[in-house]
């Protein structure tokens, strides 16, 4: 047996996450706050949607005086 094994006694280590938690993540704050103002625009202009206006009528030409 040449193998080296190494025993840690006591509490196993953790490894700590470098990871930023959700919660404090400005990437993901600033995606939901654009998403929320998205999704009331939207709510909010929903009767306003643009519709064509219809073309006028042809205009009636009046008759010459003879």
Known sequence: MSRHQH????KPRQ??????????DKRLI???VLML??????VL????SVEP???PDA???APANS
Do not use: C, N
């Open 15 to 24: 490894q700590e996450s470098r990871a930023t938690p959700f919660h404090r």
């Open 37 to 42: 103002i998205g999704i009331l625009v939207y």
């Open 59 to 61: 205009p009636v030409q």
């Open 30 to 32: 600033a995606a939901v």
């Open 45 to 48: 202009t929903m009767d306003e």
């Open 7 to 10: 025993h840690h006694h006591g």
């Open 53 to 55: 206006v219809p073309a």
